[in-house]
């Protein structure tokens, strides 16, 4: 039985809700409960999750004068490769929480319903979402209740920081990239081969969070100018997501244990060992994100290697940063070029989409049947 009237949703209102909601969040674990899970903690401001967007929301729902229930948006304009426009306005769903007691109330698609009704007010096509494949509570209320499709699905790929460097190959040119070179290089080759990929990613790149973006090539020829670029290439950006909130991992398989202490012991003993340990990830932690992976060229999966490692040996000199995390299309080769971590790595998260105009229901279609190879999605930083 739901809670009828007595559910009240309404804006989140930082001083009467920061604290209950913080705490809904640690008693909220995303995902199954065999395999590792990380827990956010948002620092005492529980929607930085958002704030870069350039607009966005929180609600929360009030039974009882008690927080049972927490969701988050965000809407940007991005690539949405649909004929005849390619632009569309999206608004992403994230966040969804609702308390242990209180589910299979009819909560969260009271959440998600008033969510859609914002979105739907501010002239949104497309609501979208992206689930781990198992959270079997969320696909069914998304896709069995609320009419998402399945659109794509994806990887997220960990990979713990060493305390030791890693050698980056010296036939390589790795070099760092100004804003503006950057977001040209973007607009140019990833415009047109991804979907969801952000209009405003001038603000991305300008934001104070993003570290920069890097470019690799072979050592010897030029660095990409105009329309000329080296034979193989990479680049990507670098998203300081440990600044706005922290992981911290709150269950793990045995294997995960015994390899934390294994692998300290071993450091210790033997230190010219290879075999470095993976650090402590019972205390929150920070992380790098690295978005706008892009690469072409033979040699091109050797070149995002090397930008891996370099990033790598940058995130091991800030305080704290301790995993690198990206998400990439689960049929996208490029994961197999990405160094991570299996036992902390999601195999597949489904990103589900709707219409909510009704001209873009026929287009979705349309769009829903195009290969997943044919186009990577744009996972945006802002939205992790
Ligand atoms: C996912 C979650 C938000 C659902 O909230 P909820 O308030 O319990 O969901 P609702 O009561 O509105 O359920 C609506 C429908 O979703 C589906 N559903 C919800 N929970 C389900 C579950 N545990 N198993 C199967 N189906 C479920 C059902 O179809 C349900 O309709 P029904 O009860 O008439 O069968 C809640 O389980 C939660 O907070 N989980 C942890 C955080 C999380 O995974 N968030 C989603 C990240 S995208």
Redesign the pocket.
């Known amino acids: 039985m739901g809670y009828g009237n007595e559910l009240v949703i309404r804006n989140y209102n930082v001083q009467k809700d920061r604290a209950r909601v913080e705490d809904l969040e640690r008693r909220?674990?995303?995902?199954p409960t065999e395999r590792v899970v990380l827990f956010t903690d948002t620092l005492g401001d529980p929607i930085c999750r958002i704030r870069n967007s350039p607009m966005y929301k929180m609600l929360v729902a009030m039974f009882r004068n008690e927080l049972v229930?927490v969701i988050q948006g965000s809407i940007k304009l991005a690539t949405v490769h649909k004929p005849p426009k390619d632009l569309a306005k999206v608004g992403y769903?994230?966040g969804?929480?609702?308390a242990p007691s209180?589910?299979?109330?009819?909560?969260?698609?009271?959440l998600v319903r008033r969510l859609e009704e914002w979105f739907i007010a501010n002239d949104v096509d497309y609501a979208y979402?992206?689930?781990e494949k198992d959270?079997?509570?969320?696909v069914?209320?998304?896709v069995?209740?609320l009419s998402y499709v399945k659109f794509r699905t994806s990887a997220i790929l960990v990979n713990p920081v060493n305390r030791r460097a890693l050698r980056v190959s010296s036939d390589i040119e790795v070099a760092k990239m100004r804003i503006e070179e950057a977001e040209f290089l973007y607009h140019k080759f990833m415009d047109s081969s991804t979907e969801f990929f952000p209009h405003d990613i001038g603000n991305i790149l300008r934001n104070k969070l993003s570290l920069g973006t890097w470019v690799a090539y072979p050592r010897g020829e030029s660095l990409i100018s105009g329309v000329k670029v080296p034979s193989s290439w990479a680049m990507l950006s670098v998203w300081n997501s440990g600044e706005l909130f922290k992981l911290r991992l709150g269950k793990a398989p045995l294997s995960c244990l015994t390899y934390t202490k294994c692998s300290r012991l071993i450091d210790k003993i033997f230190p010219c060992f290879k075999l470095s340990a993976i650090p402590d990830f019972f205390n929150p932690f920070g992380f790098y994100f690295m978005y706008g992976v892009y690469r072409e060229g033979p040699l091109s999966g050797k070149m995002v290697r090397t930008l891996c490692q370099y990033v790598h040996n940058v995130a091991r000199k800030t305080n704290d940063c301790k995993v690198i995390v990206t998400e990439v299309g689960c049929q996208d080769s490029l994961r197999f070029q990405i160094p991570h971590r299996k036992s902390l790595s999601c195999p597949e998260d489904f990103w589900c989409i709707k219409a909510l105009k009704i001209e873009e229901k026929k287009g979705l279609y349309e769009l829903t049947r195009t290969s997943p190879t044919a186009r990577a999605i744009f996972v945006d930083p802002r939205e992790v």
């Open positions: 909220c674990e995303v995902g229930g769903v994230l969804l929480r609702v209180h589910r299979r109330k009819g909560i969260g698609l009271r979402v992206a689930t959270n079997e509570a969320s069914k209320l998304f069995g209740k």
